[in-house]
């Protein structure tokens, strides 16, 4: 089956750390560039990190540079997002996909960070 699983979601105070994980099944993932969004309530859903098949080169949103890091195992077929300096206005759905043919939407992953 083809399908994207997030988790590593949580509450987490202002400043805090958070580690999210996306694992992937179903294609050949080291072919594909992979992308961490999020959706705020009542907002659209952002574009957070992107990372190239080979894990060479990412781009994050400008809000989140300095404190995001996105990163891959394609023998694992994971990407992860690590999350540093954590600020109530992260508080989102982080959800991952594949940046070419992208799949369904999944549950994604919920972020809260509050004091």
């Known amino acids: 089956q083809v399908q994207l699983v997030e988790s590593g979601g949580g509450l987490v105070q202002p400043g805090g750390s958070l580690r999210l994980s996306c694992a992937a099944s179903g294609f050949t993932f080291g072919d594909y560039v992979m992308g961490w969004y999020r959706q705020a309530p009542g907002k659209q859903r952002e574009l957070v990190a992107e990372i190239t098949s080979a894990g060479t080169t990412t781009y994050y949103a400008d809000s989140m540079r300095g404190r995001f890091t996105i990163s891959r195992d394609n023998a694992e077929k994971i990407v992860w997002l690590q999350m540093n300096s954590l600020k109530p206005e992260d508080t989102a759905v982080y959800l991952c996909?594949?940046?070419?043919?992208?799949?369904?939407w999944g549950q994604g992953t919920q972020v809260i960070v509050s004091s």
């Open positions: 996909n594949r940046q070419t043919s992208p799949l369904s």
